[in-house]
């Protein structure tokens, strides 16, 4: 059972940074994660794609981080980085770790911000202050 776990969340005021972190276990070189990325989703409001990076390294971002945004991963510690840096009050939400892990999902959807995964973390909150 693939379980990811996110770190990192806080509240901090508008212009500063927070980085976020994933770790991912419970799979297997016969389970590889394709594709792993983090969604954020605000009060009242639509789930948002913010960046997603495949198993090549490669990294797509949405339009409203790019940027500020970067996303990473570690391989040797199963762990993926969500670096944000100046922040605004729009960027708080719940931000949460994704993967994809099913060949059939990674072939279906692609490795970017809107892609369909196969796992959700539980989230951690960003809070931006003015």
């Known amino acids: 059972q693939v379980q990811l776990v996110e770190s990192g969340g806080g509240s901090v005021q508008s212009g500063r940074s927070l980085r976020l972190s994933c770790a991912a276990s419970g799979y297997t070189y016969s389970r590889r994660m394709y594709c792993m990325g983090w969604f954020r989703q605000a009060p009242g409001k639509e789930r948002e794609g913010v960046a997603a990076?495949?198993?090549?390294?490669?990294?797509s971002y949405a339009d409203s981080v790019k940027g500020r945004f970067t996303i990473s991963q570690d391989n040797a510690k199963n762990t993926q980085y969500l670096q944000m840096n100046s922040l605004k009050p729009e960027d708080t939400a719940m931000y949460y770790c994704?993967?994809?892990?099913?060949?059939?999902?990674?072939?279906?959807?692609?490795?970017?911000?809107?892609?369909?995964?196969?796992?959700w973390g539980q989230g951690t909150q960003v809070t931006v202050s003015s």
């Open positions: 990076i495949d198993s090549d390294g490669e990294t």
């Open positions: 994704a993967a994809i892990s099913e060949i059939v999902t990674y072939a279906r959807t692609g490795c970017v911000p809107g892609a369909s995964f196969d796992y």
